[in-house]
Nanobody
């Protein structure tokens, strides 16, 4: 069973920062575009950011542009999401997902998912 594992979530005050990590077991991430998605209580899962297989192309949801940065280290088989200037509306469970193709912000396009890590932004 191919599996993604997220880590790095937690409780942070508004304006603070967190770095999420996504690693994989039993397969190499560098064959896949990797996306970060999030799901807030009572809302649908939405795309946050995506990075291409090489890392040369990235995209972001308008709501996080300028605050979040996605990156990957294929040697470590890890993708990161650096989140700065966090807001209460960023509170959600964050998931990483892999797609054996190009980036996509659509949930149904992704092939593999992690179980998520909770990010809570609150004072």
């Amino acid at each position: 069973q191919l599996q993604l594992v997220e880590s790095g979530g937690g409780l942070v005050q508004p304006g603070g920062s967190l770095r999420l990590s996504c690693t994989a077991s039993r397969f190499t991430l560098d064959w896949h575009a990797i996306g970060w998605f999030r799901q807030a209580p009572g809302k649908e899962r939405e795309g946050v950011s995506c990075i291409s297989r090489s890392g040369g192309s990235t995209n972001y949801a308008d709501s996080v542009k300028g605050r979040f940065t996605i990156s990957r280290d294929n040697a470590k088989n890890t993708v990161y999401l650096q989140m700065n200037s966090l807001k209460p509306e960023d509170t959600a469970v964050y998931y990483c997902a892999a797609r054996y193709s190009y980036c996509s912000g659509y949930v149904d396009d992704m092939n593999y998912w992690g179980k998520g890590t909770l990010v809570t932004v609150s004072s």
